[in-house]
């Protein structure tokens, strides 16, 4: 709320800065042509030649450029300014959420564990709530990894390794890790067509993209979950599209979906927990691969479908993929090399 | 079994956290306690709508409806049910519009098991007193003020009001000791628990408020008056 007014109120002042800006420029502009009037006032009165045109129209356009040139600096400084205070809008809620997620499985374990302290707990209660505590601190430990991970992504230190998969390989091997994951019938997840075509992904990238969406699906599907998902191809992409038939996602909420910690506030849709960071993540990614990812639903209660297309490594955008690959590949080799020498190393110390 | 279950007291927990919802169960049978959950707003509000509850555990993060919805809505209809607060939010705002919304108490994630058992315990003890006290004497009338304490609907004069439930037990607890001297120390024992971080302060404060809903001159007070050093002592007959 208070973000909220501190924004209209930087607006109204941005706004108040232009319009003072370029009535500074007009008066300079009038002030300009005022004194050129003068001096052709006084040319003729005085008959002789005061040699200014020239001096003065450069003052003019010179003038009329760093005014100009100023007013978009501040849009621009401005601009920066606000997206930085909208995302600290959105860390508060951030923290909020973390804040609830972490403090709940950890609430649970102490509960669990001051329980044991206090009671003689049955044993087969006992091996129950032993199993609660460990998902509970796969659940903290998930979170956490989720948490580094993203900041690792953001300073790009995550070690993407592309390498060139064929789609229609690629993919359905990594639907099935899926749905052994999420423990999905056929019924439940179900993939279809075809996409013959080469296409330069992080196979472990890719997975955490499938993940976040078949997560999403199931999270926020009230009856038993139903993602089709539809493997195809256009002149330039390998189109995946990924349809559920969750509880949909308002129109209006639709373009902030991918924003970072974004979080859709609605009655209908049920508090599922979460950071507002997986489709943040699964845009970035996605971008990573030169490809992109819209979403389209029709509105609350009914569905939500994930398009998102990935360029073919043959037609599109060869020379940044490339570029891509040898960049994995002289990561690896860097790698090998300091595997190498620690292997000599401990040779070495070995023998001695 | 039956008889058993018919006396002991009845706890609705609203957690959506699964895993602690059947820890708090575990915990609160072992005590002696009827438990059932309900993992969501709306959930709990049908609960509570059929059937009568001793008290409430509620999370406030919870889908459909927040708990301070939850909260607001129970005490419009039943401004007397003890509703703990559960939550991961730790902000002094969050626990000020808890309690503001109505709620008894406020406890943050993670808490100690034994503490919330005593809170517990002791909110069902100052219910039990409550009940058994308003059973005796429903209504009570000093001066102009007239007071029901089932509907906690009070009338001072030609004003009319409702009593927060920490209001009127106090107020309860003074009458009930009518002509006594009342310590601060054993208000805060008795209307609030010892164990709540409210301080002796608090207790002041609601005096004040209750003089300014009964007194005719709230500064000269002739029902509710100071005794220096010792306490509170109320008296009908000024």
């Given amino acids: 709320m208070r973000n909220r007014r501190l924004r209209s109120f930087s607006i109204v002042l941005f706004v108040l800065a232009q319009c003072a800006w370029f009535s500074l420029l007009g008066l300079f502009v009038y002030r300009f042509f005022i004194a050129r009037n003068m001096a052709s006032q006084i040319e003729g009165q005085f008959s002789i030649q005061l040699d200014s045109t020239s001096n003065s129209l450069f003052i003019l356009v010179g003038g009329c450029i760093l005014y100009v040139a100023v007013s978009v600096a501040m849009a621009v400084i401005f601009k920066n300014l606000s997206s930085q205070l909208r995302l600290t809008g959105m860390y508060d809620t951030f923290i909020a959420n973390v804040t609830h997620e972490l403090k709940s499985p950890l609430a649970s374990i102490t509960l669990y564990l001051e329980t044991f302290k206090m009671r003689d707990v049955p044993s087969k209660q006992r091996n129950e709530f032993i199993d609660t505590m460990l998902k509970d601190a796969n659940r903290l430990n998930n979170l956490i990894s989720a948490i580094l991970k993203i900041s690792a992504l953001e300073q790009k230190k995550e070690l993407f390794e592309v390498q060139i998969h064929t789609a229609d390989k690629i993919i359905p091997t990594l639907i099935e890790e899926i749905r052994v994951q999420f423990k999905l019938t056929d019924d439940a997840l179900r993939l279809q067509g075809s996409a013959p075509h080469k296409c330069v992904v992080d196979p472990n990238a890719l997975y955490i993209v499938f993940n976040n969406l078949v997560d999403n699906s199931i999270k926020y599907t009230l009856n038993s979950p139903a993602i089709n998902i539809n493997l195809s191809s256009t002149s330039k992409n390998i189109l995946v599209e990924f349809s559920d038939n969750g509880i949909g996602i308002p129109v209006k909420e639709q373009k902030k979906m991918f924003r970072k910690f974004h979080r859709i506030e609605n009655k209908n849709v049920p508090n599922v927990q979460g950071t507002g960071l997986g489709l943040y993540w699964v845009n970035e990614i996605i971008k990573f691969h030169v490809g992109s990812i819209r979403v389209q639903s029709e509105g609350l209660g009914h569905g939500t479908t994930f398009v998102i297309k990935l360029p073919i490594y043959q037609l599109s955008k060869t020379r940044y993929l490339n570029k891509m690959l040898k960049w994995t590949n002289r990561k690896r080799r860097q790698q090998e090399k300091i595997y190498d020498s620690a292997a000599i190393e401990s040779a070495k110390d070995f023998s001695r | ?238």
């Fill in chain 2, 1 to 238: 079994m039956t008889a058993q279950q018919s006396n002991q007291q009845k706890i609705l927990v609203v957690e959506d956290e699964e895993s602690l919802a059947f820890g708090l169960q575990f915990n609160l049978q072992a005590e002696g306690y009827h438990v059932v959950c309900a993992h969501d707003g709306r959930e709990a509000l049908n609960l509570v709508s059929v059937e009568p509850f001793d008290l409430i555990i509620l999370d406030i993060m919870l889908p459909f409806y927040d708990g301070f919805q939850i909260t607001e809505k129970i005490r419009a209809s039943s401004p007397q049910l003890p509703i703990l607060m559960l939550t991961a939010r730790a902000k002094i705002e969050e626990k000020v519009r808890g309690l503001e919304c109505g709620a008894d108490d406020y406890m943050i994630k993670p808490f100690h098991l034994d503490e919330l058992l005593a809170r517990i315990k002791g909110m069902l003890r100052r219910k039990t007193w409550y009940q058994k006290s308003m059973h005796d004497q429903p209504t009570f009338s000093f001066g102009e003020n007239v007071i029901d304490f089932a509907t906690l609907d009070c009338q001072a004069g030609k004003k009319r009001f409702k009593l927060t439930p920490h209001e009127a037990m106090m107020l309860k607890y003074l009458i009930e000791r009518e002509n006594r001297i009342v310590s601060r120390k054993e208000l805060l024992e008795n209307v609030w628990d010892i164990s709540s971080e409210v301080e002796t302060r608090t207790v002041d404060n609601f005096i004040v408020r209750l003089r300014k809903y009964f007194e005719p001159n709230p500064k000269k007070p002739i029902y509710i008056k100071s005794v220096r050093s010792a306490g509170y002592i109320f008296s009908s007959l000024p």
